[in-house]
């Protein structure tokens, strides 16, 4: 079983700068990629970026340029958003997705998911 917890929310001014963070907790053998998804007021959770276990980025088309997502040595997730917009503001949930292959052993395919961070972006 895996937890994981975000930190970093805040409310920030069109314009500003915020860092989220993410730590996974348990046994994180299987974990492969970690990620930052966001869910708005009445609209569906959608992907922002992640970040393989190989180091491998990928950016929604809606923030790439202004956020960068890293995760260091021990799996703790880093998305640091510059320029915010108030486009931005949602909740912003980190998942870990277990599904490494470690050598003959294919970990269970599952997504773990915070409980999420508000993010709001004033004009």
């Known amino acids: 079983q895996v937890q994981v917890k975000e930190s970093g929310g805040g409310v920030v001014q069109a314009g500003g700068s915020l860092r989220l963070s993410c730590s996974p907790h348990?046994?994180?053998?299987?974990?492969?990629?970690m990620g930052w998804f966001r869910q708005a007021p009445g609209k569906e959770r959608e992907l922002v970026a992640l970040?393989?276990?190989?180091?491998?980025t990928n950016y929604s088309a809606s923030v790439k340029g202004r956020f960068t997502v890293s995760r260091d040595e021990m799996s703790t997730v880093y998305l640091r958003m510059n320029n915010l917009k108030p486009e931005d503001t949602a909740v912003y949930y980190c998942?870990?997705?277990?599904?490494?292959?470690?050598?003959?052993?294919?970990?269970?395919?599952?997504?773990?998911w915070g409980l999420g961070t508000q993010v709001t972006v004033s004009s």
């Open positions: 998942n870990a997705h277990s599904g490494r292959l470690i050598g003959d052993y294919a970990c269970p395919e599952y997504d773990y």
């Open positions: 970040v393989s276990d190989g180091g491998y």
């Open positions: 348990g046994d994180i053998t299987c974990i492969s990629g």
